[in-house]
């Protein structure tokens, strides 16, 4: 073989080593939450760790701010696509203001997508809900009527006003609340940023202002840990009945000493792992996120995406005295 041949042959092999090694390169997906520290998000991340364990070829950045804000959101974003990162599936703190950054992301051919808390459909490709919107309302209210069935004041402890996911469920709560729900009096909502401090100091207000109240109903689980715990501080067990979302190892106890009836949720640890398997798929198998579309979300089955490029994973499940014992040495 002619030296010219050689070193064609050896550029050859040299080139096609080199883009196999690229393409043998995990897959990068970043799993952007609205805060760290919180025990919601990080069980999705065990869930995100499992689909990654699943699928072989990813890697999980598991990342978001100390604080619940849009601000701090973007800039966590924006390190994400300096680091060239294959997919963002984020939580977001802001429905609207993340759409220029993602949009960029999108741009360098990043897959974006949103799970639990939702972005404007122009930042995303789709939303992985974590349960239908308008059941969620409803069943957050029915946690509180079913323990009044003479009706009272109720107040909602929700995260930050911009929250996508929990003013949603929010306003499908009130829909229900006439037809559905008479004999209830939604009172006051105010927001306690996800904040451990800021939400107890917001039940306390409520506790304060609604001396009548006869339930808290928080749908963050920060909030409802926080206000279960102001009642029972304040001696106000069997007189005001805190309910929302939980996660059953945070709240056991206060099932337990009946600060609440029940609480419900969904799984976060299929949660994470279901908006993993979707940014896999769209970045790597190009599947493509459009209306009536059937997308697998692994072990969890398949969701069809609606006219928004949205889907719901799962129905809410309630947890009480019968099952919080079980499910809390789950999540």
Partial sequence: MSFLKKLMVTAAFS??????????????IALVVKSLGNGFFDAANKGAEEAAKELGDVDII?????????????????????QKVNAIAISANDADALVPVLKKAMERGITVISWDSGVAKEGRQLHLNPSDTGLIG???IKLAADYLPEGGDVAILSASSTATNQNAWIDAAKKVLPEKFPKIKLVATVYG??????STDEAKGLLK????????????TVGVVAAAQVVTDEKLIGKVNVTGLALPSEFKKFIDNGASQAVALWNPIDLGYSAVYLAHDLAVKKEEAKPGATLSIGR??????????SAAMAPPFQFDKTNIEKFSKIY
């Avoid at 080139?15 to 897959?27: D, P, Q, R, S």
């Avoid at 701010?65 to 966590?76: G, M, R």
């Fill in 209 to 220: 202002s609604y001396p009548n109240l006869k339930a808290i109903i928080a749908p963050t």
């Fill in 300 to 309: 969890v089955g398949k969701v069809t995406l609606d006219d928004s490029n």
């Fill in 15 to 28: 080139a096609a080593m080199f883009v196999n090694a690229a393409y043998a390169e995990n897959v990068k």
């Fill in 138 to 140: 409803e069943t957050i």
């Fill in 62 to 82: 598991y990342t978001g701010p100390t604080k619940a804000t849009a601000e701090a959101q973007i800039e966590v974003v924006n390190s994400l696509i300096a």
């Fill in 193 to 198: 940023d996800d904040d451990s401090a800021k």
